[in-house]
Structures are given as structure tokens and as C-alpha cells.
């Protein structure tokens, strides 16, 4: 069964500054993985996700993200965080060819400040 | 534009209640996933469904059951509401990544 931790339950930052939030994975097999994000009071919706070929990914809102199979890390990355990226972000994974069921981190809450 | 629908946002129910949480989506997939979401636990899988009438047990699916008799609709059953029930809830549907309903918070008094 597969895994996923996210290191950080939440990560304060000023508004400007550049973040990364942490994820790792743990799997037997090969996995695709995704970053979701929600904002107060509503479901999760897709950030970025890596199926295969290039292991860097991005958002249409600036975020970004690695695949590093050796090192079974997937962090998200943005040089400059915005007020409105305040929300809770969750990590997860799912095994290839099959079931696809995701399993999620616990999520990190990211707060940007003025 | 893709939609999974949850019937209610907000609900408020009595201990031992029988409580419904209905889920439609419009994009025709096969899987469909309940999550429950607490603070500090992230999202707790309670039961999916791959197909019309299967259903397989999640990670916590004590106290609740299912319903899949239509493709796009799946409905999780709280049989009877415990006030550790309270929570928000979250609908899925699942091809190569999820799509999620609004949630609808419940509360049991």
C-alpha cells in the first residue's frame, strides 16, 4: 500500500516570499501524484498533477512541482506567494494500472501574510 | 465544465438519526470515492465504488454504508448519526485524477 507524508502542518509566510511544501511518498510500485488545493469552506480542486515524462510540473497560477524518484519526494514549489495561495494543500498518490484509489497527506496549511 | 454535486453544504441532525449525503457527477466515470476531512487527519477514505451496485470498504467505514444504483449518483448512509460523525464529508470521482464535490458539513447534536 502506498503512503504519503507531508511534512509541515502549516507553513507562515509573508506575502512576496518564496515557499515550498513538502511531500513524500512511499510505494512498492510506480505512481502518479498530485498536488490539490482548498480554499476555506469549499472541496479540493486540482493544482498540478505528474502522470509521466517531464518530472517538473506546473500550475496555471504560478505553483510548481518535481518528481524525484530516487529521493520519493514531490514538493511544491512558488517564488512568490500571493495572499489569495492562502489555503490548505494536500498531497497525494495513486498506483499505476490500478485502482487509481488516491491516498492523501494530511494537508499543510498555508497562511501568507501581508 | 466538469461537476460533481453534493446535496447539501450544511446539515445539522439528532443523534441516532438516519442521515442521507447524496453525490451526482456528470462525467460519466466509473469510480466514485466518500472522504471524510477532520482537522489535523486529512482526508479518511470511508468506502468507494468502482462500478453500478460495488461498493469495497475504505479506511474507516464503521457506522456508515453506501448506495451506487446509478452511475452517477452515490449516496453514503449514516445508519445511525453518533456525534463523532460530526465532520465534512466529501464526494469524488476518480478517472486519472479526482474531482471533488463542495463537501457538506455535518454536524450531529
Known amino acids: 500500500a502506498q503512503s504519503v507524508t507531508q511534512l509541515d502542518s502549516q507553513v507562515p509566510v509573508f506575502e512576496e516570499a518564496p515557499v515550498e511544501l513538502r511531500c513524500n511518498y512511499s510505494?512498492?510500485?510506480?505512481?502518479?501524484l498530485f498536488w490539490y488545493v482548498q480554499y476555506p469552506n469549499q472541496g479540493l480542486q486540482l493544482l498540478l498533477k505528474y502522470l509521466s515524462g517531464s518530472t517538473l510540473v506546473e500550475s496555471i497560477n504560478g505553483f510548481e512541482a518535481e518528481f524525484n524518484k530516487s529521493q520519493t519526494s514531490f514538493h511544491l514549489r512558488k517564488p512568490s506567494v500571493h495572499i489569495s495561495d492562502t489555503a490548505e494543500y494536500f498531497c497525494?498518490?495513486?498506483?499505476?494500472?490500478?485502482?487509481?484509489?488516491?491516498?492523501f497527506g494530511r494537508g499543510t496549511s498555508l497562511i501568507v501574510h501581508p | 465544465d466538469v461537476k460533481v454535486t453534493q446535496s447539501s453544504r450544511y446539515l445539522v441532525k439528532r443523534t441516532g438519526e438516519k442521515v442521507f449525503l447524496e453525490c451526482v457527477q456528470d462525467?460519466?466515470?466509473?469510480?466514485m470515492f466518500w472522504y471524510r476531512q477532520d482537522p489535523g487527519l486529512g482526508l479518511r477514505l470511508i468506502y468507494f465504488s468502482y462500478d453500478v451496485k460495488m461498493k469495497e470498504k475504505g479506511d474507516i467505514p464503521e457506522g456508515y454504508s453506501v448506495s451506487r444504483e446509478k452511475k452517477e449518483r452515490f449516496s453514503l448512509i449514516l445508519e445511525s448519526a453518533s456525534t463523532n460523525q460530526t465532520s465534512m464529508y466529501l464526494c469524488a470521482s476518480f478517472s486519472t485524477e479526482a474531482f471533488f464535490g463542495q463537501g457538506t458539513r455535518l454536524t450531529v447534536v
Open positions: 497525494a498518490v495513486s498506483v499505476t494500472g490500478g485502482s487509481y484509489i488516491p491516498t
Open positions: 462525467m460519466d466515470h466509473e469510480n
Open positions: 510505494s512498492s510500485v510506480s505512481v502518479y
